[in-house]
């Protein structure tokens, strides 16, 4: 990878939460940023002016403003160092009462835009020999919760494209990272901005849904974990000798994750 001042960071999402809080981070750090969102308004007031920020509207399932985005980064900074795949929106409710259609813009925006982008972004890391394909998964990649089953499955698609992907790159000189975070102080249950609910109603399911909805809802703004501070443990991690290919962010995730695949362990061998 280049010297640190000279790095280039493209991070869609990054007018809001996790997004901005990397992008804030790595303009402290010295890195040139590329700032993206669908809704770019207000970026500049989180992130300040600077010569080392260039701002692009970007909707991730539209291949134009995917080219065109990609273009002006190189057209400015002339490289791509790292690309923060965080771009996305949770679709949450129950699977039976979710159209065909959520289901799909679900599986678009989160699955395809992702990989349209990195697709886009690919060769340029290629020909310069590295590179850093961030992805911002979830602890509902690992695993689902009530109400989670379509968003789970989002996620859990970005989590096998990541790890596969991460061995064909790797004699490119470019790696691969999932970050996984549990629950953070985001808008990320925010019916007006970003989760969306399903959208037929079933009468078997009204009251588990009311109670779902109310336990989801009810948590905007309570979640214990800090954007900030996941922002400074992406940037040790990229930075360790030996990095992971897995972040787990959250003081709950890592037990989480260790007790599912005890379980599984479990099952396996006593086959």
Not at 62 to 88: K, T
Not at 147 to 161: D, I, N
Not at 230 to 235: D, E, F, I, P
Request: proline share 3%; charged share 20%.
């Amino acid at each position: 990878m280049t010297q640190a001042n000279d790095q280039v960071w493209f991070i869609t999402g990054a007018n809001k939460g996790l997004g901005a809080a990397i992008a804030k981070e790595a303009l402290d750090k010295g890195y040139k940023v590329v700032a993206t969102a669908r809704k770019t308004e207000g970026i500049e007031k989180i992130l300040g002016h600077s010569p080392d920020l260039l701002i692009a509207s970007l909707d991730i399932t539209s291949e134009e403003q995917v080219q065109s985005s990609v273009n002006a980064c190189l057209e400015q900074f002339g490289r791509i160092d790292v690309l923060v795949n965080n771009a996305g929106h949770a679709q949450l409710g129950y699977f039976e009462e979710m159209s065909e259609g959520l289901i799909r813009q679900q599986m678009e925006t989160n699955v395809f835009g992702t990989m349209k982008l990195t697709r886009d972004v690919l060769p340029t890391m290629r020909k310069q020999g590295s590179g850093w394909i961030i992805v911002i998964s979830s602890a509902s990649g690992i695993r689902s919760v009530e109400g989670g089953s379509v968003y789970s499955a989002s996620k859990f698609a970005l989590e096998g494209w990541t790890e596969g992907m991460s061995i064909e790159l790797k004699p490119f000189g470019i790696q691969c990272m999932l970050v996984e975070p549990g629950p953070f102080r985001t808008d990320f249950l925010n019916e007006k901005t970003s989760v969306m609910f399903s959208d037929i109603a079933i009468d078997d399911y009204k009251q588990q849904r009311e109670a779902m909805h109310y336990k989801f809802v009810s948590g905007d703004q309570k979640q214990p974990g800090d954007p900030a501070k996941l922002a400074k443990a992406l940037m040790t991690a990229l930075n360790d000798s030996n990095p992971p290919l897995r972040l787990l962010a959250g003081k709950r995730e890592g037990a989480a994750a260790l007790g599912k695949l005890l379980l599984v362990s479990f099952f396996v061998s006593s086959i």
